[in-house]
């Protein structure tokens, strides 16, 4: 599904923040990448976005070279695509289910499959009652937690989160947890950024291990040990 | 991916495609009348300016329209007058009007004796006096011609020449010569107040570009989710070219509502003006057609001021 090979990474400004980087996701896996703070766990999700461009290598995603994509095929592309943001981006005035509607409308739902879909998603996080509110009302998990909501609505085939427990209780992220592991059973592929090392533990899935941008260890699911 | 889980395929028959593009203009009409309430003193403001700007040569228009009526209605009464010599004889003025009777380019013929010109004189006022005190007439006769509705300058040019070779003619006056001047002034004006109407065309583009480049800058954020979510380039646009087409639309209407009232507050003065000219003159105001056009225009004029600045502004994520 994922495929990093000798990918590198160097911002304009000179940031070296990944170098080297080969790794491959099976279909229907779920994979965290951990490491430091600035270790470049955003920047490799954001190479999978097409948010940035990879200095040097190639990045894979279902068979498709992202870096020869054309700029016009991105919005195609991301639509296959699932995303939880640090600093969840939400519309702040719309309410929360035109929020997660939003990848339905541009997708070309129809109105009532629409409304379906999103109770459904907001109700796998535990927000179904807060449909009607704006975001800004909303605490930080809470807005989090839409911005998944909206990830998983569209049902993509992959989806990459980056902290997306980064303000829940230990009890909410372990139901995220849950929720991403439930996908992953329907054969979606999902990608978790963290450094919650507890919850990863408590998880059990493959993990990876940035340093400074370089893939320093891979431990497979199996030898996750709580 | 083949172990993926399908939802059916909603988005694949062609009435879904339709209803879709019917959806998503839906949303980007919304999203546009947020653009606008989010900041409701920028929104009147372009509003009111492109209403005036419009405004302008729809009312240098207005005046232009009138104007041409005036002359028309003036111009009916214009009139080749020929003034005999005083000492001349009364055959003379009968033996011109004769032969003014046959040609196809007169209308009318009328023979005014000096007695009937001093009749005229007498009715008014101020001029009773001074007459009594003449002991002679010094009125010659005078042959007032009518020229067919629509004569054209050269042919008339051509009557009045003649008429000077005619004997015992003393002077000849073209009443119509203004009508020709105030033609000429007319075509220019018109050309005028198309001009006018481009510039200020293109200063509204301008004015309802810059509201879009601002709306546009105060929505990066929702610009880059939409963004990181799928959207098309046209779904991200949408929202600012609906906000385009508003803005004129909305100015367009202010245009017409200054040009109505601008007419309506033109037309008590006018009738009175028209009064003095033996009513044969009244106010007319724009064609409705023309009226209802601005709108229309204005409308797809903000569309096209937001479509350039869309172009531009909206370029290259990141
Ligand atoms: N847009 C950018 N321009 C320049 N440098 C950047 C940019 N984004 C990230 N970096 C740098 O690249 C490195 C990796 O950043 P990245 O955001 O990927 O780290 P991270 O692992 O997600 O960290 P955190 O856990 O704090 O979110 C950092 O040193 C950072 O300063
Ligand atoms: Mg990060």
Redesign the pocket.
Known sequence: MIRFDQVS?R???G????SGLSFQVEPGEMVFVT????????????LLAMI?RPTRGTVTVDGRNLSTARAGSIPRLRRKLGMVF?DHRLLMDRSVFANVALPLVIAGIAPAERARRVRAALEKVGLLSYEKQAPAMLSTGEQQRVGIARAIVAKPPLIIA??PTGNLDPQLAAEIMGLFDALQNVGTTVLV?S?DLMLIKRTRKRVLV?DH?RLVDDVPATEVRS | MARVAREPATSRTRPRRVAAWGEQHAWGLVASLRRLGGRPLGTLLTVTVMGFALALPLTFALLLGNLQRLGTALGQTQAISVFMKVDGHAADAKALADSLRDRKEVAAVDVRTPKQGMAELATMQGFSDALKSLDYNPLPYVVVIRPVAHIDAGEAAKLIAWLRTQPGVDQVQDDGAWRQRLDALLAVGTRAVLLLAVLLAIAALLVVGNSVRLDIQGRSDEIGVLRLVGASPSFVRRPYLYAGLWYGLAGGVVATVLTLLLEWALSAPVARLAASYGGRLDFGGLPWALLALVPVLAAALGWLGARLVCARQLRRPE
């Not at chain 1, 940031?15 to 990944?18: G, H, I, P, S, V």
């Not at chain 1, 490491?35 to 954001?46: E, F, P, V």
């Open positions: 990474k911002y304009a400004t940031q070296e923040a990944l490491g430091h703070s600035g270790a470049g766990k955003s920047t490799l999700l954001k940035e640090q980056d902290e950024a450094h940035l941008g």
